[in-house]
């Protein structure tokens, strides 16, 4: 089974704006190379460097017993997957994650959470507020100076 995390927005932003962001992102710390469009994240998805696939893709509105809608109280618009490539080391990869999507929060509003297959929620952003995880398995120290913008640190879950 492939390692794959999910970042879901309730945003006005559509998932065109959300892959503009994300391109311009990842091209600018050389995640992505020059040519990634946001088209190619919107379908068929594109790789980073290190092989870890995301594709943007704009939600539909899920049911009341979604994990994010049941448990989180938000509806998600918009999301971003990322499958991590087999062969080469998570956590970097993981690191490749969390520079893109962390300014990428900065940029587009709404609600946010980045998780784990439902069972680890990484980062939330409610109400304005970022929420990391207390997990220092997840948030390693090198990790923390990746946050530029005000946090604190509390562990969500999803309900079983």
């Known amino acids: 089974m492939a390692i794959s995390y999910d970042l879901e927005y309730a945003t006005e932003s559509s998932a065109t704006e959300v892959a503009a ?7 600018g710390i050389g995640v992505f190379d020059a040519t990634v469009t946001p088209d190619l994240l919107l379908d068929p998805g594109v790789n980073t460097r290190h092989g870890t696939s995301i594709r943007v893709t704009q939600e539909r509105t899920p049911h009341p017993w979604h994990p994010v809608v049941a448990d989180l109280n938000f509806t998600p618009t918009v999301s ?34 980045l998780h784990f297959q439902y069972e680890s929620i990484w980062l939330l952003r409610k109400n304005g507020e970022l929420i990391l995880s207390e997990n220092d398995d997840l948030w390693r120290p090198h990790r923390i100076p990746f946050v530029l913008q ?6 969500h879950r999803f309900e079983d």
């Open 21 to 27: 962001r994300l391109a311009e992102i990842g091209k």
């Open 80 to 113: 971003a997957a990322f499958r991590m490539a087999k062969g080469v080391e998570v956590g970097v990869q993981q690191d490749d994650m969390l520079r893109l999507v962390l300014p990428l929060l900065e940029q587009i509003d709404g609600e946010a959470v």
């Open 150 to 155: 005000p946090y604190k640190r509390e562990t």
